[in-house]
């Protein structure tokens, strides 16, 4: 039996011009029929939107640095496209070793790698492995583990995000690059994930991003620098490991946590390096404090430990200025320990803001350097 495709066999040219999309979904729906794997050889594929299968593996060969694209490239044919790879209801399905390209920012909010709950409805209707995975009536649609999970991939020059993972559950996001998009680098709204050792660089959002809920998120061993809208700006978010990180020269802060409907809780941000936060963008601020390297609005049960944090210049010149003000700006705070960081030399101004109204006692102490 067959279970290994290999696009080109299937018609796909890998000369950035031809028009692979047909050749590329054939090769997937294959591949969807057998839980195989599409090989995609060394070249660059014009492709328009491409469906992903449940429990298939989309792997090509690696050739990217910052600037540089190489080996597996699937570029994205225009800007009519919704996005390029789309992985919802393709539960269990792997892209690895694959660079995604946005031609220049084409369209408006066209995404690289794309899930929404509200298509997986009407695609669950159909999903052959559904019986196999049945869960209770209450929760058969939509609250199935999508399981997606996005492997040493480049992707770059979207108008919308690089990654974006609406109503998402049990996903991995990995030894990945993404940059210079227009929206964020990961979008998420949705559960249990993992996003490790991935480099977010100059996108135009955030580096990770919700408006809605991130929740029981491991975020370990990413370099997350120059984003536009800070580093990882969450609301109502909770269950969050941020551990090992490198944050360089946020446009606002690196970690922004703000609860509105409700209150961010349950967090762990230790062992980070926070590095030349707060650079101004425009109206980028909501208000002053927001020069900083983080800044927290209600939030409980929030430890932040064995953090350093560092002010400095941009890289070229006096342009672009200082920063931060402030090392930690926090508000209505319950239950948190913000303890034993360095800050010697961290922040141009206070090390510490409080803006009170704060709902129970908070151990703030310990730290070094406080200016």
Known sequence: MTNVFDVTEFGAVGDGVTDSTAAFQRAIDEAGAVKGAVTVPAGTYLCGTLYMKPSVCLMGYSGWGYRETGGSVIKLRDGSCTCLIDMTGAFGARIRDIQLLGNHCAGENVHGVYVKWQDQISRLNDDPIREDNALPEKCQIGFREDSVTIEKCYIKNFSGDAVHLERIWAFTIKDSMFVANKGNAVYI??????????????????????????????????????????????????????????????????????????????????????????????????????????????????????????????????????????????????????????????SLKESFVDLGEHTGENCINNNAGVR
């Open 189 to 346: 709204n949705g559960w249990d994930g993992w996003i490790t050792d991935c480099i977010m660089h100059t996108n135009h959002g955030a580096g990770v991003f919700t408006d809605v809920v991130c929740a029981a998120v491991t975020m370990t061993g990413n370099r997350i620098e120059w984003n536009r809208n800070g580093g990882i700006n969450l609301v109502d978010s909770n269950l969050l490991n941020i551990t090992g990180n490198y944050f360089d020269r946020a446009y606002g802060p690196a970690i922004k946590l703000v609860g509105e409907k409700n209150a961010c809780h349950n967090i762990t941000a230790t062992g980070n390096i926070f590095n030349r936060s707060g650079k101004p963008n425009g109206d980028c601020f909501e208000n002053e404090y927001e020069n900083s390297h983080l800044y927290f609005d209600n939030c409980y049960n929030l430890a932040v430990t064995g953090n350093t944090f560092i002010s400095g210049k941009d890289d070229f010149g006096e342009e672009g200025g200082y920063g931060p003000n402030h090392c930690v700006v926090y508000k209505k705070l319950g239950s948190c320990v913000i303890s034993s960081n360095t800050m010697q030399g961290g």
